[in-house]
């Protein structure tokens, strides 16, 4: 992110974000659903705003395109009245550690300014000031988390830990990954996937319904639309390689320097 900053300034980019390549902007509440509009509008005096985060919910256990197969979401406390997530929020996580399977802070997009520095991969700080921040109450960073079950199964690579809940503090700080190393690590093939369909898998009509009516759940397909319509026309294949032939050469002429 350090590079991503010098990168950012060379390039003449006046806002910065950090997003992970499970992760997509939704601009809702902007015309033309346009991140750059999005920007535009906030205020001069803002540095900082954050994205409160929305997590994926998936209704089958055989996803192999997240971003294109999948449209339910669970949104992030902030976009909800307290009293809606405090009351339903045992049947929003369904027996698992926490509201969300992963993070739950968001992610935020800072402008290009001269002694900024990133703070952990969620925030960003400057050595001169406090940033000046603001919560967006409509757009929402949309975390396509554990939405393939090869995201399960391939935890037990992650790292050499045992598969022990005190040994994986070493490797995880959040509760659900933990989990998810230790069953990925000492399952077999079947019971890893009852246990991905019992704590990830939304496979409950009745309560999806429920909790889509309240509020909790949300059905977003505007992302979906767009990426399946890019791949169609090659644009998507086309502006990824794009991008890393740009990236690569931006960082060689960091290093000649």
Same mark, same amino acid.
């Given at each position: 992110?350090?590079? &991503?900053?010098?990168?950012?300034?060379?390039?003449?980019?006046? @806002?910065?974000?950090?997003?992970?390549?499970?992760?997509?902007?939704?601009? =809702?509440? =902007?015309?033309?659903?346009?991140?750059?509009?999005?920007?535009?509008?906030?205020?001069?005096?803002?540095?900082?705003?954050?994205?409160?985060?929305?997590?994926?919910?998936?209704?089958?256990? *055989?996803?192999?395109?997240?971003?294109?197969?999948?449209?339910?979401?669970?949104?992030?406390? *902030?976009?909800?009245?307290?009293?809606?997530?405090?009351?339903?929020?045992?049947?929003?996580?369904?027996?698992?550690?926490?509201?969300?399977?992963?993070?739950?802070?968001?992610?935020? =997009?800072?402008?290009?300014?001269?002694?900024?520095?990133?703070?952990?991969?969620?925030? @960003?700080?400057?050595?001169?000031?406090?940033?000046?921040?603001?919560?967006?109450?409509?757009?929402?960073?949309?975390?396509?988390?554990?939405?393939?079950?090869?995201?399960?199964?391939?935890?037990?690579?992650?790292?050499?830990?045992?598969?022990?809940?005190?040994?994986?503090?070493?490797?995880?700080?959040?509760?659900?990954?933990?989990?998810?190393?230790?069953?990925?690590?000492? =399952?077999?093939?079947?019971?890893?996937?009852? @246990?991905?369909?019992?704590?990830?898998? @939304?496979? *409950?009509?009745?309560?999806?319904?429920?909790?889509?009516?309240?509020?909790?759940?949300?059905?977003?397909?505007?992302?979906? &639309?767009?990426?399946?319509?890019?791949?169609?026309?090659?644009?998507?294949?086309?502006?990824?390689?794009? &991008?890393?032939?740009?990236?690569?050469?931006?960082?060689?002429?960091?290093?000649?320097?």
């Amino acid at each position: 992110m350090e590079m &991503a900053i010098v990168m950012a300034r060379e390039a003449g980019m006046d @806002w910065i974000i950090h997003l992970d390549t499970d992760e997509l902007i939704h601009p =809702a509440g =902007a015309r033309e659903y346009s991140l750059r509009r999005l920007l535009l509008d906030v205020p001069d005096n803002v540095d900082m705003v954050i994205f409160p985060n929305y997590e994926s919910s998936v209704e089958r256990d *055989d996803i192999k395109d997240p971003f294109t197969e999948v449209s339910m979401f669970k949104k992030n406390y *902030d976009h909800l009245p307290k009293d809606t997530y405090f009351g339903l929020y045992k049947e929003a996580t369904r027996g698992n550690p926490n509201y969300f399977l992963t993070y739950g802070n968001g992610k935020s =997009a800072a402008r290009v300014q001269e002694h900024m520095r990133p703070n952990g991969a969620h925030r @960003w700080h400057n050595y001169m000031k406090s940033p000046n921040e603001i919560k967006l109450e409509e757009a929402a960073i949309l975390h396509y988390t554990y939405t393939k079950f090869s995201d399960l199964t391939s935890r037990r690579d992650r790292c050499g830990c045992k598969p022990t809940k005190e040994d994986v503090k070493r490797c995880f700080i959040l509760e659900f990954d933990r989990l998810a190393f230790i069953i990925a690590s000492t =399952a077999t093939e079947q019971e890893m996937r009852n @246990w991905y369909r019992e704590h990830v898998v @939304w496979t *409950d009509k009745d309560t999806n319904l429920k909790l889509l009516r309240k509020g909790v759940l949300t059905r977003i397909y505007a992302p979906m &639309a767009i990426i399946r319509g890019l791949k169609e026309s090659g644009i998507f294949i086309d502006a990824v390689t794009s &991008a890393k032939k740009a990236v690569m050469t931006i960082l060689k002429q960091l290093q000649e320097r």
